[in-house]
């Protein structure tokens, strides 16, 4: 059943959820906005954002959407005195519960044009890779594009390209401008199979891009407390002046030689023989894909986030290949061959996803140095004023994480001179007090190693954050 299905994928996200609850420093900005609206309320003053700007402003639009949703819940878990950090499980898990219903609005369309057994496979394929359902519970700005992509796919595949157009064009303004990027090839397609009305199209689409800047321009400029628009502040930083390269840059080639395997895994050999052997029944759907891939690379800063929206056409492709190979198993020797082959490849991935997600746990010493701070301390009735290094708030640190006791506050004032003033911090450097004790020890995660004995591997883990607790203090 389609429900059963979507469960499945609902399982799998908040099983990531519960193994890697932390966030990183690109999902810190709609973390923390999301924390602020559901503590802060209307205390601008009180907000993250305005003491830790960033270097581009982002939107507030799904930090808003999100807390909304997840308010009710919040004040029932304050009323029961649950710790805050129940509240970070809760935000990312509502956030789950969001990406899952917009994967399945295009896993129903899938269904209908396709058939559901593509749906199935298309779905068994998704779980057997690791990112795409790892980031559904992460409050990325890539995040919430991706979900608003994924109806907009849906209105593709059902012909409703006016519709498709404003979910393009939305998350265009507000999310990701590279997403119109993607609309531009997706579009021409269309145009050649003779499926658009161009002056229909065009009607929504400036209706709908001015709709989506009216709302963010209005809503942002409140809670940035200045005229602004900031995907159109991010586009201007990244594209025209191009300085995005400060955070390093990859090859022209990284996206398809080097993400591409690592997040496809096997199932990069089923996408590469179905847009093949299945090019006019879904294979083509791979070339405004390739087009966006092919443009976007010109950007010399690369991430895997940047092209999440590729994977489910990708993931779409491969299942409609294994459909075929399936349906005509008993037809011929080589198609059952060509099945098993893929089954494996899908067992393989499963593999694959396990030592990603072993990896993975272990990449946010910040977020677990955090909590065991608060752990070692839980019945202390002092005072504690703590600082938390630049190290420790891109891997893990989160408001959600802070105390609600008046007896705690904290800092992330960057270079200081003297930490005598701190209680205790959180550092990499074992000697930054020089008359503190470490009281705790973080690993973190440093590369893969080869081993004699199964599974053959092991991960390499180094002490990566200290607590230090301040003797004079």
């Known amino acids: 059943e389609p429900f059963l299905l979507s469960l499945l994928l609902l399982f799998f996200c908040v099983g990531y959820i519960l193994i890697c609850p932390y966030t990183k420093v690109e999902e810190s900005f709609s973390l923390q906005a999301t924390h602020d609206l559901l503590y802060h309320q209307t205390n601008l003053s009180s907000y993250d954002h305005l003491e830790f700007p960033g270097v581009v402003p982002r939107t507030f639009l799904a930090p808003l959407f999100l807390a909304i949703l997840s308010s009710p819940f919040v004040i029932a878990l304050r009323t029961l005195n649950f710790p805050k950090i129940f509240s970070l499980y809760l935000v990312r898990g ?67 390209l006016e519709l498709m157009t404003w979910a393009f064009a939305f998350t265009s303004v507000v999310f990701r401008c590279e997403a119109f990027l993607l609309y531009v090839p997706l579009m021409l397609l269309a145009l050649v199979q003779r499926r658009v009305n161009l002056p229909q199209v065009i009607v929504h689409g400036s209706l709908a891009t001015f709709v989506s800047l009216f709302l963010t321009v209005v809503i942002d400029s409140v809670f940035w407390q200045r005229l602004l628009w900031p995907e159109g502040q991010v586009f201007y930083f990244n594209v025209i002046l191009n300085q995005s390269h400060n955070w390093g840059t990859s090859p022209w080639h990284w996206y398809f030689t080097s993400v591409l395997p690592r997040v496809l895994q096997g199932s990069i050999v089923l996408a590469l023989l179905g847009f093949f052997r299945e090019f006019r029944r879904a294979g083509h759907l791979l070339v405004p894909i390739l087009v966006f891939m092919g443009l976007y690379s010109f950007l010399p800063h690369k991430e895997i986030r940047f092209i999440f929206y590729v994977f489910p056409i990708f993931n779409l492709v491969s299942a409609v290949f294994l459909d075929r190979c399936f349906k005509n198993r ?19 991935s499963f593999v694959g996803t396990t030592f990603f997600l072993m990896a993975s746990s272990n990449n946010y010493p910040g977020g677990k140095a955090f909590s065991l701070l608060h752990e070692s301390y839980s019945t202390s009735q002092t005072n504690h004023f703590v600082h938390i290094d630049v190290e420790a708030a891109m891997t893990g640190v989160s408001r959600f994480g802070e105390s609600e006791s008046e007896q705690w506050k904290y800092s992330k004032e960057e270079e200081l001179t003297s930490y005598e003033v701190f209680t205790e911090i959180i550092s990499p450097d074992p000697k930054r007090l020089p008359e503190g004790e470490v009281i705790g020890v973080v690993d973190g995660f440093t590369g893969v190693g080869l081993s004699r004995d199964w599974p053959f591997l092991f991960f390499r883990t180094e002490p990566k954050l200290f607590i230090l607790h301040n003797l004079k203090s």
């Not at 061959?337 to 490849?345: K, N, Q, R, S």
Request: include cysteine; hydrophobic fraction near 55%.
């Open 330 to 348: 008993r037809k011929s020797r080589v198609q059952m061959l060509m099945f098993i082959f893929g089954a494996g490849l899908i067992l393989m």
């Open 94 to 160: 509502i956030l789950a519960l969001i990406s899952v219903f917009c994967l399945s609005f295009f896993r129903k369309r899938i269904s209908l044009r396709y058939g559901r057994e593509v749906d199935i496979i298309f779905t068994i394929l998704t779980c057997s890779q690791f990112h795409l359902l790892f980031y559904l519970s992460r409050p990325l700005a890539n995040t919430f594009a991706l979900n608003i992509i994924l109806i907009g796919y849906a209105f593709y595949l059902k012909g409703d």
